[in-house]
């Protein structure tokens, strides 16, 4: 559970610099984002997961 909640507190963190560091770069994306389909929204998040379960798992792999 500490690993879980450590996971989730490090999004958090990462999901948090963009809107710091370029506020207005950011909410341009957002409103861009908003205009996507709800297929290209789904095709991105699909993506997005392939990514991060492939980086995972080549973490678990060097670090074995």
Known sequence: ???LL???ALV????????FLV?????QTMI????MSDRQVRSFG???IVLGVVLFQCVVWVTG
């Not at 958090?12 to 809107?19: C, N």
């Not at 506020?23 to 909410?27: L, Q, S, T, V």
């Open 1 to 3: 559970m500490e690993v």
């Open 6 to 8: 450590r996971t989730f």
């Open 12 to 19: 958090l963190v990462l999901e948090g610099i963009l809107p």
């Open 23 to 27: 506020p207005e770069r950011w909410r």
């Open 32 to 35: 861009r984002l908003s205009q």
């Open 46 to 48: 699909f993506g997005a």
